[in-house]
């Protein structure tokens, strides 16, 4: 069900710039991209989103081509803690009533070495 | 702290047994979610619903059933449990659809 590829696993040096990839090249013109990580066995937690400009948080910055096929997350100055998995989604809502499925693919696995 | 809450955190119990696991969701969020991650799986999607109805469905087996009460909070019930329902059970919510949403810190269920 999921409609988005992410690498199976990334690493990046503390302190430098932590750039994941996600194609979603059949994503619909009014549906959004989501990026969540996990933490170990904890809950997922909600990174940033966006439709179809460059959106930017306190926790990353996310860039979407603007054929809207694919997205970049990026974690400027990754730290130790930022090592999880790293979820790509795109939110699929089946009708305008409040109803969706909000798919989970493999992800991407991040681990920041020292 | 997502603002959303799970009880019980562990929960061991038999074979054949039923359990109900609880989410309270962040406060004025009428989306609630239901997932299953078992060992070195994904979340899996199980159920949604929307201010008390049900609204999607995902891969939930029979013997599992879910509810959302007029306050909110909404109840996953597990019944006839076998060994591979063995999984961590997570709850999220959010807004509407398409509003972000946040996920609990999960319960652990162990079934022997």
């Known amino acids: 069900d999921a409609k988005t590829t992410q690498p199976p696993s990334m690493d990046c040096a503390e302190g430098r710039a932590a750039n994941l990839p996600c194609n979603h090249s059949?994503?619909?013109?009014?549906?959004?991209v989501y990026w969540y990580r996990q933490i170990h066995s904890q809950g997922p937690q909600y990174i940033i989103h966006g439709l179809k400009n460059n959106e930017t948080n306190e926790m990353a910055s996310l860039i979407i081509t603007e054929d809207r096929k694919s997205s970049t997350l990026i974690l400027p100055h990754a730290t130790l803690r930022d090592t999880a998995v790293y979820y790509c989604?795109?939110?699929?809502?089946?009708?305008?009533?409040?109803?969706?499925?909000?798919?989970f693919g493999k992800g991407t696995k991040l681990t920041v070495n020292p | 702290d997502s603002g959303v809450t799970q009880t019980p955190k562990h929960l061991i119990t038999a074979t054949g047994q039923r359990v109900t696991l609880r989410c309270s969701p962040r406060s004025g969020d009428l989306s609630v979610y239901w997932y299953q991650q078992s060992l070195d799986q994904g979340l899996q999607f199980l159920i949604q619903y929307y201010n008390g109805e049900e609204r999607a469905k995902g891969n939930i087996l029979e013997r599992f059933s879910a509810q959302q009460f007029p306050d909110l909070h909404s109840e996953l019930n597990l019944s006839s449990l076998e060994l591979g329902d063995s999984a961590l059970y997570f709850c999220?919510?959010?807004?509407?659809?398409?509003?972000?949403?946040?996920f609990g810190q999960g319960t652990r269920l162990t079934v022997v």
């Open positions: 059949t994503i619909s013109g009014n549906e959004y």
């Open positions: 999220a919510s959010s807004f509407t659809a398409n509003t972000e949403a946040f």
């Open positions: 989604i795109v939110r699929v809502a089946l009708d305008q009533g409040g109803s969706e499925k909000l798919v």
